[in-house]
């Protein structure tokens, strides 16, 4: 039986030169994965780190961000990934509502730590890119309402396509080795809903596999080829309705890479619409959060399953990260929302809790069923003003971006948030490295300044 739509996309990833992608996507690869790395050290402290390292623990050459452990490939892998999403903090792109780097860094990183040869800092951020195409498509190209957790399922190819790519397959290994992931894909919503701690492990499952399938078929191993659209194949079975033409449509001359976002704040993407509409109320109106009587945001179905749940009182950090009350209630309080914002002693603030009992999520009749906004947010003052505000672009997106300054600083205050925090010359060091990647002769520079 012949490939499908999954053979061209494989192409992409292989044959794709640095030349080919253009300096736009270039520029946002290299922004992205210095983010992505410095986010990975902060979740260095993700409450399953250390049990995902003891329960791995064996001689291996890969390194793990933030950490002076060295692991098996496989298992530097999954603590890489889950390292990066531990914290809410990763980038996404909001209309594929997928996590498109982290996934495939865990497996990249791990890869690069295997190869007996330098790999120069071009190739990964080819890598990067082209991974990012394969994960943002599969997401766009979704028309159902979102059943499995995507950046663990549409993340998953990402990961097999960077990793194939360092650890040199060739297209029909690819191929199989996207067969033999597809037989791995993993990722259940159920611990989204709840706020389980083990939702960004299900990220690091997701690199294990990645890895674990590339090295299966560069020793032959072959999977089934209609990987996306056979009967049993990934959109039949993890997305429902669909348009498969997009998938392919403009490969290799739009960048999906262009159109990620970043995070401004640790928590849900889809939390950062109502927290970015309730700062520009409070700085136009001139109000504090003591003003407040009510707030009602207005919000389409996706992000009111992602984040409209209550807070309440002994939430787990994954869960506060996942409530779109409890980060408003913050942004209101503090004027941002930060790493602490979701620590015991913040979690069980009265007055924190008391706003944000005051904040309502509710649906508006959006039919898109993987729009994260616009959202309409209206704060009741206590006086009885009402004021309210349509969020179109978010912050972090690239129609509202943030600043070089900005992002820097969130890469600062990440690589100094980690369990061993990273030396202020090793974090200068690598946003010099990071700047003049396509100049590294082996992209370890980089990275030797991030672990232990």
């Known amino acids: 039986m012949t490939a499908d739509a999954i053979e061209p996309l494989c192409r992409h990833a292989l044959l794709t030169t640095y030349d080919d992608i253009p300096a736009p996507a270039r520029d946002a690869t290299r922004i992205f994965l210095l983010d992505s790395l410095g986010v990975g050290v902060a979740g260095s402290r993700g409450p399953l780190a250390e049990a995902l390292v003891d329960a791995h623990a064996a001689p291996g050459p890969a390194r793990v961000l933030g950490r002076r452990d060295t692991l098996p490939a496989a298992a530097a892998a999954l603590v890489n990934a889950y390292q990066v999403h531990a914290i809410e903090f990763d980038c996404i792109h909001d209309a594929a509502v997928v996590h498109p780097v982290t996934v495939l860094l865990g497996a990249a990183l791990a890869v690069v730590d295997t190869l007996d040869r330098p790999v120069p800092g071009r190739e990964l951020l ?19 309402k979102m059943r499995f957790f995507r950046p663990g399922t549409a993340g998953a190819f990402a990961a097999t396509a960077a990793a194939g790519r360092l650890a040199g397959l060739d297209p029909p290994q690819l191929v199989a080795a996207m067969g033999i992931t597809l037989a791995q894909l993993c990722g259940t919503m159920q611990a989204h809903a709840e ?41 039949a079975l993890f997305e429902g309705e669909h348009d498969a033409a997009t998938v392919l449509e403009d490969l290799g001359r739009s960048w999906a890479i262009a159109e990620v976002s970043h995070k401004p704040f640790p928590s849900g993407r889809a939390t950062h619409g109502i927290v970015d509409a309730c700062l520009g109320l409070a700085r136009e109106h001139g109000f504090a959060a003591a003003d407040v009587a009510e707030v009602e945001a207005r919000v389409p179905p996706l992000t009111h399953q992602l984040v409209g749940r209550a807070a309440a009182a002994g939430m787990q950090p994954n869960y506060a990260r996942l409530c779109a009350a409890y980060a408003a209630a913050c942004a209101l309080r503090n004027g941002t929302v930060v790493l602490s914002d979701f620590e015991q002693a913040a979690l069980a603030d009265a007055d924190t809790l008391a706003l944000a009992r005051r904040i309502r999520v509710e649906r508006d009749a959006s039919a898109d069923p993987n729009a994260l906004s616009p959202v309409t947010v209206t704060v009741t003052l206590a006086g009885g003003q009402r004021v309210e505000r349509t969020q179109t672009a978010v912050y972090g997106s690239p129609a509202k971006p943030m600043s070089r300054e900005a992002h820097l600083q969130k890469f600062r205050d990440n690589c100094a948030a980690g369990v061993e925090p990273i030396a202020n010359e090793a974090v200068e060091a690598a946003i010099a490295a990071a700047d003049r990647i396509e100049d590294l002769e082996d992209v370890r520079e980089l990275l030797d300044r991030l672990s232990g």
Request: proline residues 7%.
């Open 126 to 144: 080819a890598a990067v890119t082209v991974g990012v195409d394969v994960a943002c498509r599969l997401g766009v190209a979704s028309r159902a």
């Open 195 to 235: 706020g389980s701690p083990l939702l960004p492990a299900q990220a690091g499952f997701t690199a294990r596999n990645a890895v674990v399938a590339c090295a299966l078929a560069a020793r032959g191993v072959t999977g089934p080829r209609q990987v996306l659209g056979g009967p049993y194949g990934y959109f």
